[in-house]
C-alpha cells in the first residue's frame, strides 16, 4: 500500500517524499488506519519493522491540525538512545508540518541539556519524546503540564517493563488525561 492511499495530508507526504518513503510496511499498513480512526492500539512487530513511523505519521497528521502551545503527545520509551532516534524521525517526517518535537533523556553530562529540557516544556513541544526518569525528574520540579496530552505512546513497553519501569509510567500517566488515544508498541 502506498502511503497517499491512507488520506495523509500533503505537508506529511512530503514529508514521507523526502526521507524516501513511498510504500508502507505490514505493520505502519495495519496500525496507520486504526490509529487515523482515533482508537488505541497495541502492535507488536520485529525490530526494523517500521514501527516508529507506524506511530509517527498518523500522530503527526492529526496534530498538525491541533492548535496551541503544549504537549499534544507523549512518547515514552526506554533509553536516550531510542528517545534521540525517534525524535530524528519525528523531525524528518513533520518537516513540512508546525508539529514540533523535543528528546527528554538523562545520562547528560552537562546541565545545558537539562535547561534546553525545561525549555522545551515551558515553551512547548507539540510532541515530547522522554525516558520515564528523566521526565519525573521534569514533573517533580512543577512545571510540566501534561494536562492536555491527547495521544500517549510506549515504544519498546515491553522494554520499559522488563527495566522496572512500571511504577515510573503508572506515576506518569497518573498526570495524563484518562481520554486520550494510548498506543503500545513492541518487538515481542
Known sequence: MKFTEFGLHEEI??????????????VQEQ???????????????????GKT???LI?????????????????ILCPTRELA??????CEGLASHSYVSSFPVYGGNKGGDD????????TQGADIVVATPGRLLQHIGLGYVDLSKVEFLILDE??????????????RIISYIPENRQTLLFSAT
Open 13 to 26: 507526504l512530503n514529508g514521507l517524499r523526502d526521507m524516501g518513503f513511498e510504500n508502507a510496511t505490514p
Open 31 to 49: 496500525a496507520i488506519p486504526i490509529i487515523l480512526e482515533g482508537n488505541d492500539l497495541i502492535a507488536c512487530a520485529q525490530t526494523g519493522t
Open 53 to 55: 513511523a507506524a506511530f
Open 58 to 74: 498518523p500522530t503527526i497528521d492529526i496534530l498538525d491540525d491541533v492548535p496551541g502551545g503544549h504537549i499534544k503527545c507523549l
Open 84 to 89: 534521540v532516534q525517534i525524535d530524528k524521525e
Open 114 to 121: 537539562f535547561g534546553r529540557q525545561k525549555s522545551a516544556f
Open 157 to 170: 513497553a515491553d522494554r520499559m517493563l522488563d527495566m522496572g519501569f512500571i511504577l515510573d509510567i503508572q
